[in-house]
């Protein structure tokens, strides 16, 4: 794993953007695997402002998110698809059809999970996979105690990650128990993954992930196991790192 401590969260988000955007430079027909959550909106903030400077295309990409509310459909406000038009897709150049989530509406989610994996195998599986890391350590919605081998399917939600996800819902409105998940072996199949986790919520989780021993307790402990993995934190979420001086050492930017 490479750690990269960055000196507050907005370097952190441009970091990780520049990552993706390299990316894209030097292989423009990627695969992205995209995620949501209050972080990845300064990475896409930055996606944005690069490509409007003209330093990024998304004309050639093909992406998958990685999760879904069940029930909800992608015109809903509160589903990850309003959420991707809204922070990122609609104001780039990615082509339509070119941008796929799980469908929330599907009258089948077993099925229309398993079709979604389909398509990300059918696809080549994901270059490169954008991971947030919730406060229990799950990556995507991979609870604690998810199989570390699991493809996309139905998974339900922990009370601690709806309630964290519930200051996007409008006030009384609960989010939705379900969601459609790419699993840990979906994501772990990425030809490369990079986690963005910033602020004080996560610094427990990022000990764990980074430091403690690989177990679906903390799901995101797996990418210890994959060979290619970056994570950019700030120094609030690093600040339970025991080695955090040498991860600074060997990666001072
Ligand atoms: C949701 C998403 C995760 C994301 C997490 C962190 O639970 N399903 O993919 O990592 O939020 O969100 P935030 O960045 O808002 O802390």
Known sequence: MKILIRPDAPAAAARAAEIIAARLRAQPGAVLGLATGGTME???GRLIALHRAGQVSFA???????DEYVGLAGDHPCSYRHYMAEKLFDHIDMRAGAAHLPRGEAPDADAEAARYEAAIV??????????????NGHIGFNEPTSSLAS??????????????NSQYFPDGIEPPRI???????????????LLVATGAAKARAVAQVVEGPVSARWPGSVLQMHPRATLVLDPAAAAELELAEYYRDIHPD
């Not at 939600?157 to 964290?164: D, G, Q």
């Not at 969601?179 to 993954?193: D, Q, S």
């Open 122 to 135: 059918a696809a080549g599986d994901i270059d490169l996979q954008l991971l947030g890391l919730g406060q």
């Open 151 to 164: 493809v996309t399917r139905p998974k339900t939600l922990e009370r601690s990650t709806r309630a964290a």
């Open 60 to 66: 050639g990409a093909t992406s998958f998110n990685l």
């Open 179 to 193: 969601a459609i998940t790419m699993g840990i072996g979906t994501i772990m199949r990425a030809r490369e993954v």
């Open 42 to 44: 300064a990475v896409y």
